[in-house]
């Protein structure tokens, strides 16, 4: 045998009928030398990773069974007569209950699983040259840590749960495509593992004067909004808000920021008594201007509301019905279970929100959740009527943006002006007017991105 002792040697293969002159580990006469490498006697024999491997295992194994300590198992496949202790003519115990075959069969075995690891192997270094090191598993980030929120001079911000009184609130309910309300419910609500649907193919259009509560303040508004009755997986039912405006710079600073209301800042008018039976909402809207195409933003009506007779408000002080009873009224109207619909409202009604605060860009979501809050009535202070006796009429423009008819997909007539501004007539399916107090508990998120 030839023994490379250069670096510059090159590897000296075995030729044929040479493998009886390779030594085991430990087939030296010297007691403290120990040989390893693929050139030493194993069941490959050959020159190979495989093999210097199975040497590597073989030298440590002689070691532990000569020095003493835990002794090493075989190689997986090694089948050759395993190494004797220097000083005794007696192989070493086998490591498993019983030996390893020694045939070809296994030969066999145990070359196939040595050229798949190596094949394994380098193609592992391949796909590292190729595209470089893998990718360090980044560390779990930290848990979150409670920040104190920074209340600044401008922001009278309240804190939740909020006490309301409402002295006017008008109900309409109006008929909507379903497909449009799962789009809605696809693009804001269905961000998490949860998934929001419609229930039937209604909204209800609200208009409402409210005084808000907190912490010994008070905070008088009015609003005007859609809620949408969505259920998630057969659920409770809820309600989602995708169009909410006000005229209180307050509530709709601690209605967006707390919760995630869409609360737009507008000129809100809905009528008190002895008033114009009038409700009516003039906000920004993007529009286009005639003379260059250009588009601008600028205040405009996006909806007026109306008694086909006109008279002065009155609100009802006789004939007025509980709050059970309102609410199995409209939910016969909304459908297509008005059971489980006066089952939620009765409890108190629960509302979901997309709570989100764009990134620097504009175009990312520094923060953004899915919220659940209720609003839960005082039964005994809620009463109201139905207002079917006198039909109401809406009339709603279209514009860029808002496009409200054609995001909810009312079903109105459209008419159109000399300047080809659309405009839409809604009729409600019903009509209720109703007064209530109740509290706004604090929300729970559902689901928060990242």
Known sequence: MNTPTSL????????????????????????????????????????????????????????????GGRVVRRAHGDWIEDVAVRGSRTTAPPASPTSPARNTLDVVKALVHGVLDRGRALAHDLMTVVTGPAAPTPPPPPPRRPVTYVRRDSELLGRPPFELRCDNLFLF???????????????????????????????????????????????RSSEVGIWMPIESDGAAIHTYSPYVWIDSGTSMIGGRGIYGYTKQPSQVTVPSRGQPSRIAVTSDALVAASARGAWRIEPS????????????WTPPHQDLSSWIDLTRLVANFIGPNPERLTAMMSAGMKSIFLKQLPDIDGERAAYQAIVEASITPAIGTVRGVSMNSTPWSIAIPAYHAPNIVDTLGLEATVTSNHELLRTATVTPTAQVWMQFEGRLDPGVEIWRAG
């Open 8 to 67: 510059s040697d090159r590897y000296v293969l075995a030729p044929p009928m040479t493998n009886r002159y390779r030594l085991k580990t430990n087939e030296t006469r010297f007691a403290n030398l120990y040989l390893t490498g693929d050139w030493i006697k194993t069941s490959l024999s050959i020159g190979c990773l495989e093999a210097a491997a199975m040497a590597g295992i073989q030298t440590a194994r002689a070691i532990s069974l000569e020095r």
């Open 173 to 219: 309910v109006l008929r909507a495509n379903r497909g449009r309300l799962q789009r809605i419910c696809d693009r804001e609500l269905n961000l998490g593992p949860t998934r929001y649907t419609p229930v039937g193919d209604t909204v209800v259009l609200y208009a409402a004067t409210l005084t808000n509560l907190a912490m010994g303040t008070t905070c």
């Open 301 to 312: 009506p996006l909806l007026t509301i109306e008694p086909l007779t006109a008279a002065p």
